[in-house]
């Protein structure tokens, strides 16, 4: 029971560090936060908690933690929603975090899906089959916005959480900071656009019929098809 306290307001403490860096912008993309005692003191936690949040946040992209500097606010991922550019040392080292977000999404989420073709309830499919078609919406609309990225986040997370294994849905921040660095990148995006678009049929067709060696096979197939666009295949 002490365990699960401290897992919630980890949980918590990470929503109010993000809220005061996304929707109140009290720290911004690049800015170094407060010192650990400083920070904690200002959110009324323990330094336990507060490395625990900003773990959670680590991981969610929002934060990066330099070893000897600090922790700063993501700057990369921001870059292409205000309209900059990205640097070419960014670019490549972006590139090696892609390679590796993609591989362990490709070990991962093939699997992931199948399950929930096994064990989604009717509501669930019914729920996964409607984000899709938000998604899909975004991407005839503008592929490139950031309703788009958070749409197609919403689907793939759906169904990671559809195959009702609490260690997968763990996983779904990797898979939003997949998506959000391809953004960043800004690499082929019309082209990674036109074959979400095609590959997210497939997806909800299989998913509908509750084929999960079809949904699997597609999952693979949609991820696949990222990799190339990004070419990022000759490093997998």
Known sequence: MQIENKENLS???????????????????????????????????????LREAIRILVSEGLLTVYRGRGTYVS??????????TIHMEDALAMKVTLRDLYEARLII??????????????????????????????????????????????????????????????FIPVLTETIEKTFA????????????????IVIMKFLERRDSDGLKSASIMHLRHALWNENLTDSI
């Open 11 to 49: 949980q918590r403490t990470a929503s109010c560090l993000k809220t005061m860096i996304v929707d109140k912008n009290k720290y911004k993309p690049g800015e170094k936060l407060p010192n650990e005692n400083v920070l904690a003191d200002e959110l009324k936690v323990s330094r336990t908690t």
């Open 75 to 84: 700057d990369v991922l921001n870059q292409y929603v205000e309209g900059g």
């Open 109 to 170: 989420e093939p699997e992931a899906a199948a399950l929930a073709a096994k064990r989604a309830t009717d509501e669930e499919i019914q729920e996964i089959l409607r984000l899709g078609d938000i998604c899909q919406k975004q991407i005839k609309k503008n592929p490139k916005s950031k309703k788009r990225i958070e749409s197609e986040t919403n689907f793939h997370g759906a169904i990671m959480k559809a195959s009702h294994n609490d260690f997968l849905t763990q």
């Open 185 to 200: 990148l800004e690499e082929n995006l019309d082209m990674i656009a036109q074959d979400a678009y095609n590959d997210h």
